[in-house]
Each structure stands twice: as C-alpha cells, then as structure tokens.
C-alpha cells in the first residue's frame, strides 16, 4: 500500500528508520544535501537550451529557468543551516545514486537522451521529495523540521514538470513505457546504495 501522506510515482518507499538513522549525522547529510540542491540547479540550467528541435517550445526556457531559481534558494538555505550548525561545506563531493541513474541515459541518441535526462530529473526530484517529507516528520529538531517541511512543500510538483517537459520530445505512450523501465531502475539502484548519512543512500520498502 502506498503511503497517502506523499503521493509519489516511486516503486519504494523509504522508512522512518531511514530518517532517524541519517538525522544521527545532521552535518554530514546536510553538506550531502547541499551537493544535491546545487546539481539540481546546474542541471536545469543546462537543459535550458537543449530543447527539442527544431524550434523552442513555448514556456521550456521560463520553466527550466524557474527550477534552478527554486533550486538556487534551496542551496542557500541548506547552506545556511549548515554553517549555522559549525559545518562547512567539502570541496568534493560524491552522489553514487545519481551516477548510476545516469548510467541510464541514452546518450547520443538525440530525442532518446534528451527524454531520458529529463525523466532521470524527474526520479532524482521526486526521490527527494519523498524523502524530504520523511525528515520533515521524523525530526525531533523544530529547525531541521521546518526546513524539510519547506522543501518538501516547495518542491511536490518538480517531478511532474519534468513530466511535462517530456511530452513535448516524444509521444506520450512512448514516454510512459521508458517511464516505467526507469521507475523500476530507480527502486532497485537505491536499494543497492550502502547506508550512511546522504539523501540518497540506502534503505527502502518495495511497494
């Protein structure tokens, strides 16, 4: 049965034991959280002019353009929280869940990448919210709830325009059929992450 408190795409769902376990590590998950927010932004921005040929559909600049904002303040409040906390964040930084995801990009394949780049957004996206939503109710800390809690709010609908970026690359059946293969990728290639205190590690239900 799926969780009715986030009504999410995602073929697994992450537990409170997943939240109570990462949140034993506040810096740690929020240095990893603010590598995401900042490639989530740097993401938007270079599919920004990558839109399907051979003209720019009407609202693809203004939309993309609008997910990097939103991703921009969101860097700067985890940011934020983090030095508040004593924290700083590390030069270098690793994400083995969105490298595997990547993995799945048809890349030079035209139209293909392209609709795989975004559906891929679109996982990472509602991955995270979903997990967002977990923190912002496991916490114990009133200021890492209320930031999760935020976020979560502000970024419900992300996923699903990414979605809807994708109908204007390919037809719609064709884009729900790669749709669910990815889904399917997604749940087993979060499962396969190891534990530890990042926003994309280990430890799921399958639904």
Known sequence: MRDNRYSSPLLSRT???????????PLALLNDHAYLEKKAAANALELLNRWPEPKCPKLWIKT???????????????????????????????????NELRKLVRKGQGTLELLDRLLVSALVEARSCERFEVLGRVSR???????????????????????????????????QDRW???????????????????????WSIFL
Request: hydrophobic share 45%; net charge neutral.
């Open 180 to 202: 669910q293969d990815l889904l399917v990728a997604e749940a087993a290639i979060l499962a396969a992450q190891p534990q530890g205190p990042r926003m994309h590690s280990g």
């Open 15 to 25: 537990p409170d034991a997943w939240a109570e376990g990462v949140l034993r590590e």
């Open 64 to 98: 993309l353009a609008g997910i990097a904002r939103d991703e921009t303040t969101h860097l700067a409040l985890v940011c934020r929280l983090l030095e508040k906390r004593g924290g700083q964040l590390a030069k270098m930084h690793k994400n083995p869940y969105a």
């Open 141 to 175: 800390d009133a200021e890492f709830a209320q930031l999760y809690q935020r976020l979560e709010a502000s970024e419900r609908n992300h996923f699903a325009v990414f979605l809807k970026l994708t109908e204007l690359v390919l037809p719609k059946n064709t884009v």
